[in-house]
C-alpha cells in the first residue's frame, strides 16, 4: 500500500524560484492538505481540499498554491521561494478530518537560499 | 486558552517508568481527539483515537474528560522506542469545512526521551 507518497524528498532552491510539491494518495480520500513544520511552531495548515475541483485556504497561504484536478493528486506550487519558506512539508490526507485519522507522506524538506 | 496545549517537555524517563501526557483544547464543540506519534525527522502517525470512555491499546490508555477539556495519554512501562514528540490533535467542532484552521488543530507537541 502506498498511502501517501510526496515528491521529491528533499529540495534546495535559490530565493525568487518557483517548484512545485508533489502529493499524490491511492486510497480514495477526499480531504487533502499540506501543513509545514518549522521548530517550536508545531504544524501549520497551508491549504486543504475537500475534493477534486475544491480548495481553500489554511493558517498560512501566502506564497504557496494549490489546485486539486483529481481526487488522488493534491500539488503545493511555491511562486518564488524566499528564506522564510524553508520548512518541512507534510501532505495529509483523510477519509473525514472530523472523525478519521490523517494519513501523512513522510515529508519534504526545503531549503531556499 | 490555546486552541490546544501541550507540555512541550521534553520529559526525561528511565525505561519501565510510567508517564503521563496532557492536553487542553479550548473549544467545548470539539467531538474528535487524537494522539498522534512523531519521531525525530518523520511524518506524524496515528498512535490512537481517544473515545468519551476511555480506550486502552496495549501500554497505552487515553483518557478525555470534557468537563475540563482535556485529554491524556498514559504510557506505561517505557520503552526506549517510545521516544519521540506526542502530538494531541483536537478537531474544530465546526461542521462546516470553511475557515482559515481547517478542522483539526494540531498541538506543539510533548517530547519524550525514555533512557536505558
Known amino acids: 500500500n502506498a498511502g501517501v507518497t510526496q515528491t521529491p524528498k528533499f529540495q534546495v532552491l535559490k530565493t525568487g524560484q518557483s517548484m512545485t510539491l508533489q502529493c499524490a494518495q491511492d486510497m480514495n480520500h477526499e480531504y487533502m492538505s499540506w501543513y509545514r513544520q518549522d521548530p517550536g511552531m508545531g504544524l501549520r495548515l497551508i491549504h486543504y481540499s475537500v475534493g477534486a475541483g475544491i480548495t481553500d485556504q489554511g493558517e498560512v497561504p501566502n506564497g504557496y498554491n494549490v489546485s486539486r484536478s483529481t481526487t488522488e493528486d493534491f500539488p503545493l506550487r511555491l511562486l518564488s521561494a524566499a528564506p522564510s519558506q524553508t520548512s518541512v512539508y507534510f501532505c495529509?490526507?483523510?477519509?473525514?478530518?472530523?472523525?478519521?485519522?490523517?494519513?501523512f507522506g513522510d515529508g519534504t524538506r526545503l531549503s531556499i537560499l | 486558552r490555546k486552541e490546544v496545549e501541550q507540555d512541550p517537555g521534553p520529559f526525561n524517563v528511565p525505561e519501565g517508568a510510567t508517564v503521563a501526557f496532557n492536553c487542553t483544547y479550548s473549544?467545548?464543540?470539539?467531538?474528535?481527539f487524537f494522539w498522534y506519534r512523531q519521531d525525530c525527522r518523520k511524518e506524524p502517525k496515528l498512535l490512537m483515537s481517544?473515545?468519551?470512555s476511555g480506550n486502552e491499546d496495549g501500554r497505552f490508555t487515553a483518557q478525555l474528560n470534557r468537563a475540563s477539556q482535556y485529554i491524556s495519554l498514559l504510557i506505561r512501562d517505557s520503552k526506549l522506542s517510545d521516544s519521540a514528540t506526542y502530538l494531541c490533535v483536537v478537531n474544530r467542532g465546526d461542521m462546516n469545512y470553511g475557515g482559515s484552521q481547517g478542522n483539526l488543530i494540531f498541538g506543539k507537541g510533548t517530547k519524550l526521551s525514555v533512557k536505558p
Open positions: 473549544n467545548s464543540a470539539s467531538q474528535s
Open positions: 481517544v473515545y468519551s
Open positions: 495529509a490526507s483523510s477519509e473525514n478530518p472530523d472523525y478519521q485519522p490523517q494519513h
